[in-house]
């Protein structure tokens, strides 16, 4: 089994820093890419940053310039460094990853994190 587990979330005030992790592990093949994602209450859950295996890397408009997405592949581990809080940064935050378990077959499957909160508040 393949189990996706969040770390470093928090309460923060405005202008503030955070830095997530988000650790895979069971039997894993190779990660492809991997996210962060976010869901305030009563909002849908949107993307917030993703990474390829080949380092690329995507983020909405709403957080780029404050936030940094990165991986290391020797721990499975991604990671997302967020700055210059704002309160409508709070929300429920989640990692995915889309992983190969085994070498002889291609298939991959995306699995999902339980969470980690991050509220901005004064």
């Known amino acids: 089994q393949v189990q996706l587990v969040e770390s470093g979330g928090g309460l923060v005030q405005p202008g503030g820093s955070l830095r997530l992790s988000c650790a895979a592990s069971?039997?894993?093949?190779?990660?492809?890419?991997m996210g962060w994602y976010r869901q305030a209450p009563g909002k849908q859950r949107e993307l917030v940053a993703i990474?390829?295996?080949?380092?690329?890397?995507n983020y909405a408009d709403s957080v780029k310039d404050r936030f940094t997405i990165s991986r290391d592949n020797a721990k499975n581990t991604v990671y997302l460094q967020m700055s210059s809080l704002k309160p409508e940064d709070t929300a429920a935050y989640y990692c995915?990853?889309?992983?190969?378990?085994?070498?002889?077959?291609?298939?991959?499957?995306?699995?999902w994190g339980q969470g980690t909160q991050v509220t901005v508040s004064s």
């Open positions: 995915n990853a889309i992983i190969r378990l085994v070498s002889n077959s291609p298939n991959e499957y995306l699995y």
């Open positions: 069971g039997s894993i093949f190779s990660i492809n890419a």
């Open positions: 990474i390829t295996s080949g380092l690329s890397t």
